[in-house]
């Protein structure tokens, strides 16, 4: 049984609720945490499938196989990623901005926007509470609830979706997170990855048909206003298609030009689709 990640937040539920809902059974186990947890642990082998953040795989891309069918990004905004900031990106210049250990795509995205987009190198100091850091009034990006917190919560002139960012500049899609395997789990058991990533697919046809029920969950475990679920998922992509790949590939580029990562990786899956 391979041992497969989750990322611990609400935005992946449409991929997840049917085994919440015990509706499929996941032929692995599952365990949930935060994306840079997620992605140490596939490095260390702990985890041998699973989603891990853009920027891990864009930088350790030879250590996986990059799977198809799924991805979390958005086509522009994402909600869930997001800048705070009392001056506009442009202003940000030298500026401090307290960013999370949570996850490296973010704040590479982030980079890559201030110094590609508008020209300006700002400092990313990590704290324990990026949060309350934005709340104080200082420069932060969130990602994840506590990001959909900001935006519930803070005016809307300082929360700037690096999605919406990202997509103004380029006209590409956003990818936070890609399934992949480790290299040499795949090459021992590749029909039990293609197992589980079938099951994940299923899942996720199954939450598309069943929306109020996923909505109905994602309330249990964060109540947020009524309609935030419906439009929340509306927004996010979760196909790795041709659209989604682009994104990917222009990210990539971006990192390469910025000197984040050191190769341009893979952003086509190598293995064979999940169906075959």
């Given at each position: 049984m391979l041992n497969c990640g989750r990322i611990k937040y609400t935005n992946d539920l449409p991929i997840y609720a049917a085994f919440d809902e015990g509706v499929i059974e996941y032929?692995?186990?599952l365990h949930a945490d935060v994306p840079a947890a997620l992605n140490r642990m596939m490095l260390d082998g702990t985890l041998d499938v699973g989603p891990v953040s853009a920027f891990a795989y864009a930088k350790d891309f030879e250590r996986f196989v990059l799977?198809?069918?799924?991805?979390?990004?958005?086509?522009?905004?994402?909600?869930s990623v997001v800048l705070v900031s009392s001056v506009p990106p442009a202003l940000l210049d030298g500026a401090e901005i307290a960013v999370s250990s949570e996850s490296a795509t973010g704040?590479?995205?982030?980079?890559?926007?201030?110094?590609?987009?508008?020209?300006?190198?700002?400092?990313?100091?990590?704290?324990?509470?990026a949060a309350a850091a934005a709340n104080e009034g200082r420069a932060a990006l969130l990602i994840g609830d506590v990001a959909i917190d900001a935006q519930l919560s803070l005016p809307v002139e300082q929360v700037y979706d690096l999605g919406t960012l990202w997509h103004d500049w380029t006209g590409e899609q956003t990818v936070f997170a890609v399934w992949v395997a480790r290299r040499e789990v795949y090459a021992q058991d590749a029909q039990g990855v293609r197992a589980c990533?079938?099951?994940?697919?299923?899942?996720?046809?199954?939450?598309r048909g069943n929306?109020?029920?996923v909505i109905a969950r994602a309330q249990t475990i964060i109540a947020r206003p009524p309609g935030f679920y419906e439009?929340?998922?509306?927004?996010?992509?979760?196909?790795?298609?041709?659209?989604?790949?682009?994104?990917?590939a222009a990210y990539c580029r971006e990192l390469l030009t910025i000197g984040a990562i050191e190769t341009m990786p893979r952003v086509l899956p190598e293995a064979i689709g999940v169906g075959n």
């Open positions: 032929p692995g186990t799977l198809p069918d799924l991805c979390i990004g958005a086509r522009d905004e994402v909600i704040r590479n995205l982030l980079r890559v926007l201030l110094e590609r987009r508008y020209g300006v190198h700002a400092r990313f100091i990590e704290s324990a509470d990533m079938h099951a994940l697919t299923d899942s996720y046809t199954w939450a929306m109020e029920t439009n929340y998922y509306a927004k996010l992509n979760f196909t790795f298609h041709s659209a989604a790949q682009r994104g990917l």
